[in-house]
């Protein structure tokens, strides 16, 4: 061995950029769920929920710890910026508790999380960089698990002794849902034609339009099915979404 470190290739500005917003990303969902968790103990709901919501946090804590180093190694200087009010949720009522648990399990978990493991899994594709692979190999393999997280609680509660409001909730709220998850990467991206270039391909990067085919095939492959199998049919949400 000759003990010589291999050069990273130099990393643009908008790596630097993605990671870092990545850092916030992660360390706002460990938050959520950190919340989501205390929310679900407050309802009684499944202890092995309760512990896997848990280790979900501190998953998400893990993943921005994770994206930092990247951000680091690409030569990033800068720090996080979380706004206070963006990590704080209101506490929800005893009366309205199991509706907040349900919106955001299926905003957050059904839908964020369930069209993140395609999303990390393209990212990865290409990624050559040894920091920022690691860090992918180890948030798409976490995410395959807050996907399941995600669909188990919904059937838990749908089960429940709420399950035909909850379920009445959803189906009036999930149009909303959809459309806000295409707004952040389907439409702003379908018509970017803008190429990745190799340098920001092998950090993690991917090019935008993709994003935008791996939410429709999201779509076809998970969504729909999934919630059909909970007994929510979401052909109507998904067609509503794509107006507005």
Avoid at 72 to 99: I, N, Q, Y
Avoid at 149 to 167: I, K, N, Q, S
Wanted: net charge neutral.
């Amino acid at each position: 061995m000759n003990g010589r470190v291999k050069q990273l290739p130099e990393a643009h500005e908008v790596v630097r950029a993605q990671w870092l917003s990545r850092v916030e990303a992660e360390y706002r969902s460990a938050v959520l769920t950190q919340t989501l968790t205390l929310w679900m103990m407050q309802a009684g709901l499944s202890p092995d929920l309760l512990h896997e919501g848990l280790r979900i946090a501190d998953d998400e804590l893990v993943h921005a710890d994770l994206s930092m180093a990247v951000y680091r190694a690409a030569g990033g200087a800068d720090v996080p910026k979380l706004a206070r009010e963006s990590l704080v949720h209101a506490t929800p009522d005893a009366a309205s508790l199991e509706r907040a648990i349900v919106a955001v399990t299926v905003d957050s978990f059904c839908l964020g999380e369930t069209v993140a493991v395609p999303l990390f899994k393209n990212l990865r594709e290409g990624c050559t960089v040894p920091v920022a692979r690691r860090a992918l190999d180890r948030i798409l393999r976490d995410e395959v698990r807050h996907r399941a997280f995600g669909w188990t609680t919904l059937a838990y509660l749908f089960e429940g002794p709420h399950g035909d409001a909850l379920r009445a909730f959803v189906g009036r709220e999930l149009a909303g849902w959809f459309r806000r998850i295409r707004r952040s990467y389907a439409p702003a991206f379908a018509e970017d034609a803008r190429e990745v270039d190799a340098v920001s391909c092998a950090w993690g990067l991917m090019a935008p339009a993709r994003y935008a085919a791996v939410v429709a095939r999201t779509w076809e492959r998970d969504w729909r099915p999934r919630f059909a199998k909970v007994g929510l049919d979401a052909s109507g949400a998904w067609a509503e979404s794509a107006s507005g």
